[in-house]
Structure formats: structure tokens, C-alpha cells
């Protein structure tokens, strides 16, 4: 470390000293860049930090201030069940493993291109238990509807749910019903929680992940996020874009079965790729390294995106896991999940040692750029 | 939506790198260009271009993000006009988490403020129709790229007979913070890569100045990776021919004499106003945009008490020496420390085509 002690409070020894490059002789050192990153870097390594005294609505958006979140109020409360904080967790049961997990669905419009709050409610709760290398069984589904909610729609979302429900192979057994008075609640809110059976032997985790090793995408990116955002009709920007809604069981196991040696999975819901990304970097100790090319995004969806500003990496997905596999095994495993219904599967990066713990993308061009966790809600830049 | 590719190929790309480390050799000397624009930033730092080129070109970030430029007391404004009692207020997403002295707007939101993105004023416009007892402010930011929805808006609302809508106008035009940076003895300048989308509004021809005054080329160019790296070859060409000129990279979207009915539309409804502070450049004279007389009904600041206070920039802050190119975004004392996107002290580390925001999301590799 640099041993400056000048950083905070700037002490009036900062104007402008006529000298482009800020390395006045005589005056305080500035640093390097590379000591800069140094101090960035263990910056970083802190603990988050809560610093409002209200939750804004970054706090759910599934990047940074929503982990400064669950760190400090939630994790801070009920303790850490696990080396990492995985959309389902694991536990066992006379003998056997299963998979737990629950997520509130409140997706506005509860209508959009491909898919419905109902369908989304099953398949987000199905694909964290299927990527934890689970097969889901049984799902409980809570219901808080606001006054005023047209029975007609109710059931319309309810079949919706039984449908997904069917596809993915899993039985609602049980749930509940709240009613609370107009404007507690925006329309309909859903809660699921599902339970999955882990097979014998199957073992995932971010411990396993090796250097060489290459991450796998089941379908294109940021479909989901896009619709929705396109079916608010705020954006005078009309484009066929359809979510990705889907349970991706088949595709999970058929990858199993294929190449067993799967290291890691996970779906890319909230705060998108890039923050999965980081969060894997993360939790392995290794880099990532993304293939900007190689990255699967429809051009309608990218057109989209670069019109508002906003990076298909960080935009929500609702039918599609990341997995990382073993090199060796990567062709395998890329034609067995084309085969079970992920026809854009790719195979889009590598995990490398250096730098430790970063996620970099690499573009065609060898320009690189580092990917950072999503930082509030992705938003259109204004020109 | 295939008309971006061709803009990011990556043989064109190895192509203009070639010619420029060929040009930058001829020269053999450093050669610092200022990309005006927020959005040039944004993408030079998301394609790493600055790594691309030969170390002798160096590209210095100029004032051209409208979030970083707006100083701490008219986010204040923002905050306290936001949280008045019957007030929608409507804002693009960017100004949400500009900390103002008591907060963001994103915070006054989270405490009950009615405050609501928008991505054109003319939706704010909607809002107000929509909600005809309630007051519906816009918080207008922007250079000349924004200012002309702005201004179709406040036109359409007057003819509407609106009664219940407002602007709170911060907007601000290219020119003179240029001449305020050139005028400054600090600068050591070769060149600018020019503002696209302002030079899209106020033509091509707008910035005859700056080789007609300060004996510098500029190149007006488009945002896309390769419009950029071509916009340094065209820079570095004129320096090897000894020319200095305004030159048009952009010239698929950009014309000489920029967009007339804009221009006409603008001096209807804005008035120049004597000074307007900016974040960093202090008070710069006839560079912001009120409304005029004869629309001051829709001017928020006519309309309602305002502080309008003026605000000190937080000590620790050196978002002024990053908009002025003074320094580069990690050479500021709190870079990434006490200053991150997360928790951002200046504006430059809130938009993400702030210079800080850009380097820190992008370029920490």
C-alpha cells in the first residue's frame, strides 16, 4: 500500500496545478493507476456496507445494494447456512439430500410477450432447484392480491401456474390466500417455495471450479428483462421480444447425464449474466473471462439494448442456467443441452487464474473491460 | 437493427489501429485529444480502446456528460421541489442517484417523494394529463441533445393549456464551457473528437471556432467503436498535414447546419440565462437555458419557491479537475475508495458515461 494518507479529506493542497498529468513534483504524490487498483481492490474486500436508513428500490434489484442487503440485515440475523448463499439451499433428510428454496414474484405488467406472473412464478422457483443439481418435486404457492384483482385474471394466472407446473414435471400441494385493502399491494403478488430431490452422488459447488475450466450458456441472454421492459409501454420502442420463461430441468439433466463432471450451476435471474459472473469469480477465487462474441443475444434484443443504453449482461433471464464445465468435457456437454431444447447454447468464456476473483469480458477487437456487479436498476441513459 | 455491426467490426478495427499507430509514429510526439461527449467516454472505456492505441495518444474526457455537470445545489432544487406535498415528479433515470446535500432523489423517493422515470419529457407530459390535481414537474437536463424535447414538450403544453405542468430547467449548451476550458491556461490540447448528437441539433458548422480561434482540429463523430478509433485517424491526419479544421466523421447523422426546426423551436422557447453554474467549471456566462418569458407558467423555478442555493462541491470531491481533464478519473484522492458508483460522492461517478463511472466499471483490468 502507498502509505498516502491523504485520502478523504483533500486538505485544500488539490488545485489545479497546471500540470496535465497530476504528478507534480514537490506537491503530495498522487499514485498509480496500479496502486489505485490495489487500494480499489481491498476496498472492495470489505464487508458491504448498509448505508441508508431506508431500502430503495437498488436494494432489489439484485446487484450490489441488494447483497449490502442480505449481508447486513438478513445473513446478520439468521446466520449463514452455507459457504455460499445459493438460490436453494441444501439439506439432509433421513439418508437423502433436498433442495429448499422460495422467491417472490411481482413482475409489472403480470402480462407479457411469451409468459405471465403465473408461469414465472413456477419456472423461477423450478430452475433454482434444478440448478442446484436438484430434480424439483413439490412447490407451495402464496398469494397476496390487492382488492379490486379480477377473478378472471386470478384464474387466468392460476392456469397459467398449472401449466408450468405440468411441463416441469412438479405438483403445487399447497399454499395460501391474502387478501389486503386497495393500494397495500400493486395487483398480485406470488410466492413460491419448492423442494427438489438431489440423486445420490451429485455434487456441485463454486469449491470445485479449477482454472481451464469453461462456462456454458443454455439459451440467449437478456430476452426476459427486455420484454418486460418492452411490455411496460413506456419506451417508444416497439420490437418483438418474448421472454425466456421456461423450466430448464430437461436441459439441466440432459447436461448431467452428458458430462457429470459439471462443476457449477446457476440461472441468471436478476442483475443477469454479469453479476452471476461475479458472483461465481467470487465465490471460485479464480477469474472469469467472457467471450464478447460468444455471447448469445438475439440482434432484436441487442438493437433494443444499445437504443436504451443498457447491457444485455445485466438484464434479467428467466429460461436459461450457466453451468462450468471441465474443459475436456465442454463439446459434450454444449451437444447435449443443444440437443434437450437450448438451441443458441454457447460456450462463452473460461475461468482463468489472473486477475483473481474480476470478471473481464474480451471483445473481437482485443479490447477488454472489466464487468462489475449491476449497481442499482439497470436504467436508459438519457442521450 | 444489423446497422450497428458494420461499426464494430473487428478487421475494419485492426485496420484504423494500423493506420493510427502509423500516423502517431510520423508525429512522434504525445498527442491529447478531448472526446467532449459522455457518450464517447462510455464507449472508449467499454471497448478498451484507450489500451488499443499507441501510448502517444492519450484521449482527455471533457465536461460533455450532462448528469456530472449539474452542481449540488440544483439537485437540491430537484430534492426539495420533489418532495413537495402534491407533486409528481418525473425524471430520466440517470439524476436518481446524483447525491444532492441531503440525499438523492432515489433516497427522497424511498421517504415517500412521488418521483417517476421517464424516458422523454413527453411522457411526463402524459403523467400530467393523466393526473390533472396534482403538479407534475420535469426535470429537464441536457445539452442541446435533450434540449429540443424539452422544448417540443413545453410547446405542446402550452397548446394543450396545461395547468398543472412544469420544466425545471437545467439545460446547457456546448459552446461556451469549450471556450471557459480552452480560455484556461491549464489545457495542454491537440484536438477534439466532437460531440455527435449536440452537433446532430447545432450542425457541424457550430464548432467553426475552435480552429477559427484555438488553432484546433475537431472531428464531430458517431459512437460506435470505430467511429471513434476512425475519428483519431482523421485528428491524426490533420496534425501530420499541418491542417486544422472541423471535420465530419458523423456525417450519416450530422449536417453542416444541424437540425433547423430544432434551432427554431429551442430559441422560441428557451431564453439564455446571463450564467449557470456548472459542477466543477464554476459560474460559465451564457451557457444554460431557461424558459422564456412567454412560456414562464411551465418554468418550475417561476412557479414554486425555490432554496436555490448555491452548494460547495464536497471537499474531497475532484470531479471538477476530471471534467476539465486535469487528471484522470483514478488519479481523484477518493476514486473507488470513498467514491464508487454504489455510494458516489461526485457526478462523475454516477452516469454511467461519467469518466469515473466509465473507468471504474470498465477499465480496472
Redesign the interface.
Given at each position: 500500500m502507498t502509505g498516502n494518507q491523504n485520502d478523504g479529506r483533500a486538505g485544500g493542497g488539490q488545485t489545479a496545478s497546471g500540470v496535465a498529468d497530476g504528478q507534480t513534483p514537490g506537491k503530495t504524490r498522487r499514485p498509480t493507476e496500479a496502486e489505485v487498483r490495489a487500494r480499489i481492490e481491498a476496498a472492495r474486500r470489505r464487508r458491504p456496507r448498509l448505508v441508508d436508513d431506508a431500502v430503495t428500490l437498488a436494494h432489489g434489484a439484485g446487484g450490489k445494494s441488494s447483497a449490502a442487503l442480505v449481508e447486513t440485515v438478513f445473513v446478520a440475523a439468521f446466520g449463514r447456512p452455507g459457504p455460499e448463499l445459493d438460490d436453494a439451499a441444501l439439506a439432509d433428510v433421513g439418508g437423502g439430500r433436498v433442495a429448499f428454496s422460495t422467491d417472490s414474484y411481482v413482475v409489472n405488467p403480470i402480462r407479457f410477450p411469451g409468459g405471465s406472473l403465473g408461469d414465472l412464478a413456477v419456472n423461477g422457483t423450478v430452475n433454482d432447484l434444478a440448478v442446484s443439481g436438484a430434480i424439483p418435486k413439490w412447490l407451495s404457492a402464496a398469494f397476496v392480491i390487492e382488492e379490486g384483482f379480477p377473478v378472471a385474471e386470478l384464474r387466468a394466472i392460476a392456469a397459467d401456474m398449472r401449466a408450468a407446473a405440468d411441463k416441469a414435471g412438479v405438483a403445487i400441494i399447497t399454499g395460501d390466500t391474502k387478501v389486503v385493502p386497495r393500494g397495500a399491494a400493486d395487483g398480485l403478488f406470488v410466492t413460491t417455495a419448492g423442494i427438489g430431490l438431489v440423486p445420490a452422488g451429485r455434487e456441485l459447488g463454486a469449491g470445485k471450479v479449477r482454472v481451464g475450466d469453461r462456462l456454458l450458456v443454455s439459451g440467449s441472454i437478456a430476452d426476459h428483462g427486455m420484454a418486460v421492459m418492452m411490455a411496460r409501454g413506456h419506451l417508444a420502442i416497439e420490437a418483438a421480444i418474448e421472454t425466456d420463461s421456461r423450466a430448464v430441468t430437461g436441459m439441466v439433466e440432459a447436461l448431467l447425464e452428458a458430462a457429470p463432471e459439471v462443476r457449477w450451476m446457476r440461472d441468471p435471474t436478476r442483475g443477469g449474466l454479469g453479476t452471476l459472473a461475479n458472483e461465481l469469480a467470487k465465490a471460485c477465487g479464480l477469474g472469469v473471462e467472457l467471450d464478447d462474441s460468444a455471447i448469445p443475444v438475439r440482434p432484436m434484443v441487442r438493437g433494443a439494448c444499445d437504443m436504451l443504453g443498457i447491457d444485455p449482461l445485466y438484464v434479467a433471464n428467466e429460461g436459461c442456467f450457466v453451468a462450468v464445465v471441465p474443459g475436456q468435457a465442454a463439446p459434450t456437454a454444449l451437444a447435449a443441452v443443444r440437443a434437450a431444447g437450448g438451441g443458441d447454447a454457447a460456450l462463452i468464456g473460461s475461468i482463468v487464474s489472473e486477475p483473481a476473483g474480476v470478471v473481464v469480458v474480451r471483445n473481437a477487437f482485443g479490447g477488454a473491460r472489466l464487468v462489475d456487479m449491476l449497481v442499482g436498476d439497470p436504467l436508459p441513459r438519457i442521450c | 437493427?444489423?446497422y450497428?455491426d458494420e461499426f464494430?467490426d473487428?478487421q475494419d478495427?485492426?485496420r484504423l489501429?494500423k493506420a493510427v499507430a502509423a500516423l502517431a509514429e510520423r508525429l512522434g510526439r504525445t498527442v491529447?485529444l478531448m472526446e467532449v461527449c459522455g457518450?464517447h467516454t462510455?464507449t472508449i472505456?467499454?471497448?478498451?480502446?484507450e489500451?488499443?492505441l499507441p501510448e502517444s495518444v492519450e484521449f482527455?474526457h471533457g465536461p460533455g456528460c450532462?448528469?456530472c455537470v449539474i452542481p449540488m445545489g440544483r439537485v437540491d432544487d430537484a430534492v426539495h421541489l420533489a418532495s413537495r406535498p402534491g407533486v409528481i415528479f418525473t425524471t430520466?433515470?440517470?439524476m436518481?442517484?446524483v447525491p444532492g446535500t441531503g440525499g438523492s432523489l432515489?433516497?427522497a423517493?424511498?421517504?415517500g417523494a412521488d418521483i417517476r422515470?421517464?424516458?422523454?419529457p413527453l411522457?411526463a407530459l402524459k403523467v400530467a394529463r393523466d393526473n390533472p390535481d396534482r403538479e407534475v414537474v420535469f426535470f429537464a437536463?441536457?445539452?442541446e441533445?435533450?434540449a429540443p424535447s424539452t422544448a417540443v414538450t413545453v410547446a405542446r403544453a402550452a397548446a394543450f393549456g396545461l395547468e398543472n405542468f412544469s420544466v425545471f430547467c437545467n439545460h446547457v449548451t456546448i459552446a461556451p464551457p469549450l471556450r471557459a476550458l480552452l480560455d484556461g491556461?491549464?489545457?495542454?490540447l491537440d484536438g477534439f473528437i466532437g460531440p455527435g448528437?449536440v452537433a446532430t441539433v447545432v450542425g457541424a458548422r457550430h464548432f467553426d471556432f475552435i480552429p477559427a480561434e484555438y488553432g484546433l482540429p475537431l472531428v464531430v463523430t458517431g459512437f460506435e467503436?470505430l467511429d471513434i478509433l476512425q475519428a483519431v485517424e482523421m485528428l491524426l491526419e490533420q496534425h501530420v498535414d499541418g491542417r486544422r479544421l472541423v471535420e465530419n466523421q458523423y456525417a450519416r447523422v450530422v449536417r453542416p447546419e444541424g437540425n433547423r426546426a430544432a434551432l427554431s423551436l429551442m430559441g422560441e422557447v428557451f431564453a439564455v440565462r446571463e450564467s449557470f453554474e456548472w459542477r466543477g467549471l464554476g459560474f460559465i456566462e451564457r451557457s444554460g437555458y431557461r424558459l422564456a418569458d412567454a412560456y414562464a407558467r411551465f418554468d418550475a423555478e417561476v412557479r414554486f419557491d425555490m432554496p436555490g442555493v448555491r452548494v460547495a462541491d464536497p471537499?474531497?470531491c475532484?470531479c471538477g479537475?476530471v471534467l476539465?481533464?486535469?487528471?484522470?478519473p483514478?488519479?481523484c484522492?477518493?476514486?473507488?475508495?470513498?467514491c464508487?458508483?454504489?455510494?458516489p460522492i461526485g457526478t462523475c461517478m454516477v452516469?454511467?458515461?461519467g469518466a469515473c463511472a466509465a473507468y471504474?466499471?470498465?477499465?480496472?483490468?
Open positions: - | 437493427m444489423d450497428v464494430r473487428p478495427a485492426k489501429l491529447r457518450g462510455h472505456y467499454r471497448y478498451g480502446l489500451r488499443l482527455v450532462p448528469v430520466f433515470g440517470d436518481m442517484r432515489l433516497q423517493q424511498a421517504r422515470f421517464v424516458y422523454s411522457d437536463v441536457g445539452f441533445t435533450t491556461d491549464d489545457l495542454a448528437h467503436p471537499p474531497a475532484e479537475s476539465k481533464g486535469l487528471i484522470k483514478w488519479q484522492r477518493v476514486f473507488g475508495t470513498g464508487t458508483p454504489e455510494n452516469s454511467p458515461e471504474y466499471n470498465f477499465a480496472r483490468v
